[in-house]
């Protein structure tokens, strides 16, 4: 789309005195009201395009969208002035983009955000702070680490006392905000592989000396991590990263519900001590990314406790269920965790993104401090002694404020409206004969997939191998039928393979997180579903 | 500022009707202006008190502040509405923010922003993109796959059939982006250290198996990435996230310019050798944090052919300056380079935050691939596949539209008068007699130090030793300073301390990059610290 503009020959800031025009917001009404308008267009006119439906249409293919956008010259001069700019997204980018927005939009944890939250999100623009440290960011520091405490707060329950001597504490940590859940995870597990492996006389302690040396000191085969196999792959990623490998992020099985086998767990633990491997941490899922299921976290915490293991919740998506009096006990032990991630752009609803990390202990984070000559110096404010990040924006300002308007209580309905949907929608499938319901609700997520009569008719008599095979036919048009759906750019519905009953099953995936979902809604998606079967699926699958 | 709020009975969002209308913007006139007049508030409320002057002022104490925000608990009820929050911020917290902005702010390399970044970053938040799949982004990412080529093409200059054949190709990657510079250097060492220890007959490959087991089958008794000792914090910070310990971060000499010594690296190289260690990467820095230095690029790039050696360059100040026809020969042999890290919050005038790696093989970041059953499945267009982080805002719509906006011209504008102001800077230093300058600038970046005369008579004379007690002295003194300006609140330089002949200084240090600053100013700014001598040094001075 830019290939014309070459020739141009606008001077918009290829002058000098151009340019410093465009630093300085202008004084006068004209150019002000000028820079309103462009605020005006950027939040009605996308909204014009953020219509009912998802859009992740293919009557612009991929193809077709990707031969637009061929051109790897950055232009000598100016091209474009910021009206075009902003008339270029709304022609050009978002109508090809996708309406996460949609109350159709079913499919992954990026959902609708209330209209404030890009208010919030300017304001962090316009005051441009640098949270890596004090001189760049003054009482935002400040504000942020009150929040900090907030949140922290609401996950481990500590008292007022113990709130008063750490929120305002320079050497105390209660956590950090990070890009996302994965920078969230993996800080976590970095603190607390380098206290598996402290200093000691004859060892400067894992961060400083590596991985090979703290094994050889400590006489350990190797360090592992322990999840089930329904948690996030960032965890994965973390081993591969931290230098443990990610084979050592050990999956534990889990039950028929998809919650952690914890008699496996135990077992697990037993057989890697008697390997003599170092258990870094164990973790609990908060609402598996695949199914939105809560691990047994008091069980998990117990075994924890026993074993004297690091113990991490991943609340990334199910941390926000705390803020809802009806629900929050589903989360019951989280309270024990060590370390807990949550994420804002999720279930918090702020735009993307914010990740969370936090310790129960203040001086966990100890274990990860770094200094510098410039900032970060000991003793100080900076908050960016004990990050994995270094610059970064102050994305608390958007959430600290966001809970001042929603309060517990806005957020508490957006769960709870969340959390009873589900269950409607599970409810729903199981009346309708196409459909068979394959990981029941616990939070606002749930799989199912297409389960066509003539296949369940030949299902209740065959043997395993013949379920294999069956199973292969199901895989095939339940991923036909999502790729349709998605195609056609009404609703979206995502899918992924998860195991159950031994066999590897293509299920549809729901998150159920827009406020504007409702039940007619998901009638409306199940009817499509239908018909797209009736129309191009049916045939194929009797053969 | 908020205890007296909890009372509140506002109702703003605790019933599911308002809660469903903020998820909705206006349809109608009068709902639509009152949004855009908080934009208004936001764009020139905030503007009203980013004035002249810096305000890290301490007429408001940092304990007057932290007494401030003791508050740990989540209000149950909404206590804010929107144009309450943005008031708050407009009376509480600007006040005492810092005016990163004001021409008077020349400590940091965090500076003023054109105000059409404040309208590019609120695009990214009411579009809402996320860029870890297609499914949630689709044009974005391909828009985004544009962008990584303009800057490769920028850094590596391949020609134009290399960049057809990779700009769309979804098995290619040219680079990617993260929060910051330090993600971006951490992503370079991930993918340098995978490289080295591939997977071979009898191992999986460092990244399944760990450090440990990597040196064990590469029979090596560690790995160390080389960097001047100039290099940036977040370096040794990479060596220990990647469990290799930052230890064997190994910090080479710099000569009297503060350049990397390269006899000392070939040096070292050869120790290493014989020590049997593995390199994991050589890294020459294209402005240096503390001075901004650019090592010799050219000379290091030769080296590490000579001897297999992965080269990255961590250009995160530095790496515009390819933008400016007169000064991109300063960053000569940067094509050269095997990774090289460049930040957008910096020298390209982006809001916090954006850091960006690229790697001139397409395939190299091959090295750090994860999928998932839901996403990022193998062969999609997901750039969530080799990326550190997960879910991820639309920022590279910031910088894409910025460079439209700006054109090469326009950000060499800017990159000029940063590197001819530093210039200027540094001979007012030397006509002035108080000062002395510590390290000459080749970008925009200097230091120098209060260095009166009492101390500099003796100096000639004196004795390593009675130079090191001057030296003393002087650290005090100028400690001293910076504090003092620093707490006036007019203007604000920044302290380090660096190595010069065999002596740890405390320098004063100045990043010149706001259009704003000139001549004029930094003259005040000299002027000021005299004056601060004069009336509040000068006598300990010559205690």
């Given at each position: 789309m830019t290939t014309s503009k070459k020739e141009s020959t606008a001077s918009l800031v290829a002058d000098w005195e151009a340019?410093?025009?465009?630093?300085?917001?202008?004084?006068?009404?004209?150019?002000?009201?000028?820079?309103?308008?462009?605020?005006?267009?950027?939040?009605?006119?996308?909204?014009?395009?953020?219509?009912?439906?998802?859009?992740?249409?293919?009557?612009?293919?991929?193809?077709?969208?990707?031969?637009?956008?061929?051109?790897?010259?950055?232009?000598?001069?100016?091209?474009?002035?910021?009206?075009?700019?902003?008339?270029?997204?709304?022609?050009?980018i978002a109508p090809h983009a996708v309406n996460v927005a949609s109350p159709y939009f079913i499919g992954h944890m990026t959902s609708?955000?209330?209209?404030?939250?890009?208010?919030?999100?300017?304001?962090?623009?316009?005051?441009?702070?640098?949270?890596?440290?004090?001189e760049t960011s003054k009482v935002v520091?400040?504000?942020?680490?009150?929040?900090?405490?907030k949140i922290h707060r609401l996950l481990f329950q500590k008292d007022t006392s113990f709130y008063a001597d750490h929120i305002q504490n320079?050497?105390?940590?209660?956590?950090?905000?990070?890009e996302d859940g994965t920078l969230a995870n993996l800080s976590a597990m970095w603190v607390a592989r380098n206290r598996l492996f402290p200093n000691c006389d004859t060892f400067a302690g894992l961060e400083?000396?590596?991985?090979?040396?703290?094994?050889?000191?400590?006489?350990?085969?190797?360090?592992?991590?322990?999840?089930?196999?329904?948690?996030?792959?960032?965890?994965?990623?973390?081993?591969?990263?931290?230098?443990?490998?990610n084979d050592n992020v050990i999956r534990i099985p889990v039950t028929e519900h998809f919650q952690m086998d914890t008699h496996a767990l135990e077992k697990q633990i037993h057989q890697l001590n008697s390997?003599?491997?170092?258990?870094?941490?164990?973790?609990?899922?908060?609402?598996?990314?695949?199914?939105?299921?809560?691990?047994?976290?008091?069980?998990?915490?117990?075994?924890?406790?026993?074993?004297s293991l690091h113990f991490h919740v991943d609340a990334a998506w199910g941390g926000p269920t705390l803020l809802s009096d009806k629900y929050r006990s589903l989360l019951s032990g989280i309270e024990h965790a060590d370390s807990v991630t949550v994420d804002g752009h999720k279930q918090l609803y702020m735009p993307m993104s914010c990740g969370m990390v936090y310790f129960k202990d203040p001086q966990a984070m100890d274990a990860v401090a770094y200094h510098s000559a410039y900032v970060n110096r000991p003793g100080s404010v900076d908050l960016g002694i004990r990050s994995i990040v270094g610059s970064r924006a102050a994305t608390s300002l958007v959430l600290g404020n966001a809970l001042e308007i929603?309060?517990?209580?806005?957020?508490?309905?957006?769960?709870?409206?969340?959390?009873?949907?589900?269950?409607?929608?599970?409810?729903?499938?199981?009346?309708?004969?196409?459909?068979?319901?394959?990981?029941?609700?616990?939070?606002?997520?749930?799989?199912?997939?297409?389960?066509?009569?003539?296949?369940?008719?030949?299902?209740h008599t065959a043997s395993f191998e013949q379920k294999q095979r069956l199973n292969e036919n199901l895989n095939q048009l339940n991923l036909?039928?999502?790729?349709?759906?998605?195609?056609?750019?009404?609703?979206?519905?995502?899918?992924?393979?998860?195991?159950?009953?031994?066999?590897?099953?293509?299920?549809?995936?729901?998150?159920?997180?827009?406020?504007?979902?409702?039940?007619?809604?998901?009638?409306?998606?199940?009817?499509?579903?239908?018909?797209?079967?009736?129309?191009?699926?049916?045939?194929?699958?009797?053969?």
């Open positions: 340019l410093q025009r465009i630093f300085i917001r202008p004084e006068k009404d004209h150019g002000r009201q000028r820079l309103v308008k462009y605020m005006e267009q950027i939040l009605f006119g996308l909204h014009d395009f953020l219509k009912e439906h998802v859009g992740i249409t293919e009557d612009v293919s991929l193809q077709e969208l990707s031969d637009r956008y061929m051109d790897s010259e950055i232009n000598l001069l100016p091209s474009q002035k910021l009206a075009d700019v902003i008339k270029g997204i709304i022609d050009n609708a955000i209330p209209f404030f939250m890009v208010h919030l999100h300017t304001i962090v623009a316009a005051l441009n702070q640098n949270l890596v440290k004090l520091s400040i504000w942020e680490r009150q929040l900090l405490s320079p050497s105390s940590t209660l956590g950090a905000f990070v400083r000396e590596g991985v090979g040396r703290a094994l050889e000191v400590y006489k350990k085969k190797r360090a592992v991590i322990l999840v089930s196999k329904m948690g996030h792959y960032s965890l994965s990623k973390a081993g591969g990263i931290l230098g443990i490998g390997e003599n491997a170092a258990i870094i941490a164990v973790i609990a899922i908060a609402g598996t990314t695949e199914t939105g299921t809560i691990d047994p976290i008091n069980d998990i915490s117990h075994i924890c406790k026993k074993y929603m309060g517990k209580k806005g957020y508490a309905l957006l769960i709870d409206h969340g959390i009873e949907l589900a269950k409607e929608f599970a409810t729903e499938i199981q009346k309708r004969e196409l459909f068979e319901l394959v990981s029941s609700p616990q939070l606002n997520i749930l799989t199912y997939r297409v389960f066509p009569e003539s296949i369940r008719k030949e299902w036909r039928l999502q790729r349709l759906q998605r195609q056609a750019g009404i609703s979206f519905v995502s899918r992924t393979t998860i195991e159950k009953d031994q066999l590897k099953q293509v299920v549809l995936r729901s998150v159920l997180m827009n406020p504007m979902t409702n039940i007619t809604i998901i009638r409306e998606i199940l009817d499509e579903q239908e018909s797209i079967f009736v129309n191009h699926l049916k045939e194929r699958s009797q053969q």
